[in-house]
């Protein structure tokens, strides 16, 4: 496979999951994917809108707001191709990238309106460093997403990815830990990569 045609896909998942949010760079990550055959579980996230009828396990109120559902996989059927799993955890990878980015461009937005001191968050020398940082660590997880080879790689990224989400929802102070806020995305997205990466096969 060229460079070309394996960074495409990953360039268009991120940017769904950018411009669209979740749902949307979660159907990006699974196009062309039989979910329920290639689901390392025996459930696996999908756009709720991609849901066959009476396929919907239940969901928690998080992962309803974000337009996620939980399909329920059959309990017998072939093992999963790994090649085509670990491509798939790649192209989520980039989906995720793609949400938290959005979200950390909205955390700007957040502090660009408050302020203390008379002077506005967003120009304090703490919240310069911890954006700053974020956006490196974006960019350190994106090149690290080419590099995925095999399934301990694939879910020590998937977990990067999350510690780094924790610290986007930080900078919404109280307002990133509310059911209502948009920063709910990036828990749902931790849950969303929990039903896709198969971490046994790490052990």
């Known amino acids: 496979m060229s460079a070309t045609m394996t960074q495409a896909p990953l360039t268009e998942c991120e940017q769904a999951g950018r411009e669209g949010g979740l749902a949307a ?3 990006a990550a699974l196009r062309g994917v039989a979910a329920a055959e290639l689901a390392p ?10 849901l066959p009828d009476g396929s919907q396990a239940p969901a928690d109120g998080l992962t309803v707001r974000e337009a996620i559902g939980y399909l329920a996989v059959p309990g017998t059927r072939p093992s999963p191709d790994p090649a085509e799993l670990l491509e798939l955890g790649r192209r989520l990878a980039a989906a995720r ?17 408050r302020s203390a001191g008379g002077e506005a ?3 304090k020398q703490l919240v310069v460093g911890a954006i700053a940082d974020a956006a490196a660590q974006i960019e350190m997880l ?12 694939l879910a020590d ?4 990815i999350s510690e780094l989400d924790w610290q986007v929802a930080g900078l919404f102070g109280a307002a990133g830990y509310i059911a209502d ?6 828990y749902v997205s931790e849950l969303v ?4 990466i198969a971490r046994e096969a790490q052990r």
């Not at 994106?142 to 790689?153: D, K, Q």
């Not at 990224?157 to 990067?160: C, N, T, V, Y």
């Not at 990569?193 to 896709?196: D, E, F, I, M």
């Open 25 to 27: 760079g979660l159907a």
């Open 41 to 50: 579980g025996r459930f696996a996230a999908v756009p709720a809108d991609q």
């Open 97 to 113: 990238l793609g949400v938290t980015r959005r979200l950390l461009d909205q955390a700007v937005a957040h502090l660009s309106e």
């Open 121 to 123: 968050l967003v120009r």
């Open 142 to 153: 994106r090149a690290y997403v080419l590099t995925v080879a095999g399934p301990t790689s």
């Open 157 to 160: 990224l998937h977990d990067r």
């Open 181 to 186: 806020h948009p920063a709910r995305a990036l």
């Open 193 to 196: 990569a929990g039903s896709w």
